[in-house]
Nanobody, 121 residues
Framework: QVQLVESGGGLVQAGGSLRLSCAAS????????MGWYHQAPGKQLALVAT???????NYGDSVKGRFTISRDNAKNTVYLQMNSLKPEDTAVYYC???????????????WGQGTQVTVSS
């Protein structure tokens, strides 16, 4: 089994910054992609950003130029630096990881429990 533990959410004023972290632990052989998704009230889960083990990144249109995703492969940790936050960024942010477990039986998609980000106007 693999666990994803997120941290760093909270309340911030518009224009401010937050940094989210997500650490993966457990029976991990390799983590392919890691990423962040968010879900605002009444809306569907949406892509924020992903990063592959080699460093290739992908961002949702609404966060390009404001958010930066990075990862520390040695620590199995992914980060999301969020700058110039807007009230519309308010959502629960979920960490995601595509993990090849120690048993080498296949890649499994894991999710964190979610962390609330609230941006006040």
């Amino acid at each position: 089994q693999v666990q994803l533990v997120e941290s760093g959410g909270g309340l911030v004023q518009a224009g401010g910054s937050l940094r989210l972290s997500c650490a993966a632990s457990g029976s991990i052989f390799r983590i392919n992609a890691m990423g962040w998704y968010h879900q605002a009230p009444g809306k569907q889960l949406a892509l924020v950003a992903t990063i592959r083990s080699g460093g290739t990144t992908n961002y949702g249109d609404s966060v390009k130029g404001r958010f930066t995703i990075s990862r520390d492969n040695a620590k199995n940790t992914v980060y999301l630096q969020m700058n110039s936050l807007k009230p519309e960024d308010t959502a629960v942010y979920y960490c995601n990881a595509e993990v090849l477990g120690s048993s080498l039986s296949g890649v499994v998609n894991y999710w964190g429990q979610g962390t609330q980000v609230t941006v006040s106007s």
